[in-house]
C-alpha cells in the first residue's frame, strides 16, 4: 500500500509540475501568437462539429435501415442535426471572434481563460496568486454515442478457496490445506453480443492472471527431486509452507442470460444489470512463476524461506471452467485439465471455487 501511495504521489507532483509548466508558457506567449492559436481553434471548431453531424447522421440512417424511421422522419431528424450543428458553429466562433478583438486592443499581453472549451480546476488560495494549482482538462466530449455498441469490456476479479485433486485419493483426503489453500485472479475480458438482434447470448474473452496456493499439512513442505515432486515432512517447526504456481491464461467463456434493451433517441444499449447470468468455458496459457515459501522455527529462532524454482509445475495450463452469477457477482470454478506437476508418478489436477467479480 506505501508503495501505491509514494506512486500516486509522484504522479501528481509531475503531473503538477507539467501543468504549471505549461500554464507559465501561456502567459509568456504575447498577444499575435494567442491570435494565431485562435484563429487555428476556429478552424478545429468547424471541423468538430461537422464530424459530429455526420456521426449522427450515421445513426438515424441506421435507425432508417431497421425501419425505426420513416423516411420523412429520417430527413426531419438530419434537418434538426444540421441545423444544431450550423448553431454551434455560429456561437462558437463568434466566442473565439470577440476573444480575437479582446487582444487587438490590448497591446500589452492579456491573460484569457477559456471556459467553454476546458475544465479549470484550481487548488490553492486564489486566482491570483502563484501559490494555486491549475488542472486543465479538454472538455471536447461533445460525440453522440454510438448507435449501437456490441463490444463492452470490464475488469475481472475472482479469489477464494484452492486445491487439488490427487488421482487414487477422495478429495476430503487431501494433503492441503482447505482453508488456507487459496487462488487469486485478476484480468480483463472483452464481451461481444453473438447474435445482432438478440443479447442472450455473449462471447467472453479476455486475459488473466491466475496465482494458485497451497499449504500442506501435518509440517510438510514440497521438495523437488530431479523430475518428481513430493511432500515430505520438514525438519523444524513450520509455521507456514505454502507454494504458489502464477499463471497467465487466456478465457474464453459463452455466456447465456436474459437482458434488458435500453433504446434512446440515438443509440440503444442491452443492460444485464441485477440479471441472471451463467458462464462456460475455459482457458489456457502457461505457467510465469513458481515459488514455495516457508516460515518455521529452529533452535528458538524464527526463519523465513523463499524457494524459487519450477518444482517441476507443466510450463503450459488449460482447463474449464464456469459461473453463475446475479449482476457482477459470480460463483466461480475452475479445474486444470493439465496436470499441476508434470511427469508424476501420481497426477494431481488444481480446483478452484470461490467468488468472482465481473465490473463494468
Not at 122 to 145: A, L, M, W, Y
Request: charged letters at 30%.
Amino acid at each position: 500500500m506505501q508503495t501505491i501511495t509514494k506512486i500516486l504521489v509522484l504522479t501528481a507532483l509531475c503531473l503538477s509540475v507539467q501543468f504549471i509548466n505549461a500554464q507559465d508558457t501561456i502567459q509568456n506567449v504575447n498577444n499575435k501568437e494567442k491570435i494565431e492559436l485562435l484563429l487555428k481553434e476556429k478552424e478545429t471548431i468547424q471541423s468538430q462539429e461537422r464530424e459530429m453531424l455526420k456521426q449522427e447522421v450515421e445513426a438515424i440512417n441506421v435507425r432508417l435501415e431497421k425501419g425505426e424511421l420513416t423516411n420523412l422522419e429520417a430527413d426531419i431528424l438530419k434537418k434538426e442535426a444540421a441545423k444544431k450543428r450550423a448553431l454551434n458553429i455560429e456561437n462558437r466562433v463568434a466566442i473565439i471572434d470577440n476573444k480575437i478583438e479582446l487582444l487587438k486592443r490590448n497591446e500589452t499581453d492579456y491573460d484569457i481563460e477559456d471556459d467553454n472549451e476546458n475544465i479549470i480546476i484550481r487548488i490553492g488560495k486564489g486566482d491570483e496568486t502563484s501559490e494555486s494549482i491549475v488542472f486543465v482538462g479538454d472538455k471536447k466530449n461533445d460525440k453522440p454515442r454510438k448507435y449501437d455498441r456490441r463490444t463492452t469490456s470490464d475488469f475481472v476479479l475472482a479469489f477464494g478457496f484452492n486445491n487439488a485433486i490427487i488421482e487414487g485419493d477422495k478429495l476430503d483426503d487431501s494433503p492441503y490445506k482447505f482453508g488456507g489453500s487459496r487462488f487469486f485472479e485478476m484480468g480483463w475480458a472483452w464481451k461481444t453480443r453473438v447474435f445482432k438482434e438478440s443479447n442472450f447470448m455473449r462471447l467472453k474473452y479476455g486475459w488473466s492472471l491466475q496465482i494458485n496456493g497451497l499449504k500442506a499439512n501435518d509440517n510438510q513442505y514440497f521438495v523437488q527431486d530431479g523430475d518428481q515432486t513430493y511432500l515430505e515432512l520438514f525438519p523444524h517447526e513450520l509455521k507456514k509452507a505454502k507454494l504458489s504456481v502464477s499463471n497467465l491464461v487466456f478465457p474464453v467463456h459463452f455466456e447465456f442470460g436474459p437482458s434488458k434493451k435500453i433504446e434512446r433517441e440515438n443509440y440503444f444499449r442491452y443492460s444485464t444489470k441485477n440479471q441472471f447470468k451463467i458462464g462456460l468455458g475455459g482457458y489456457g496459457g502457461f505457467n510465469v512463476g513458481t515459488r514455495q515459501k516457508l516460515k518455521y522455527t529452529a533452535d528458538g529462532d524464527r526463519s523465513k524461506e523463499k524457494q524459487k524454482r519450477s518444482f517441476n509445475t507443466s510450463n503450459l495450463v488449460y482447463g474449464l471452467s464456469g459461473y453463475l452469477a446475479i449482476d457482477d457477482v459470480a460463483l466461480y470454478v475452475k479445474y486444470d485439465l493439465s496436470p499441476l506437476f508434470k511427469n508424476q508418478d501420481i497426477r494431481q489436477n488444481n480446483i478452484s471455487v470461490g467468488l468472482r467479480f465481473d465490473v463494468d
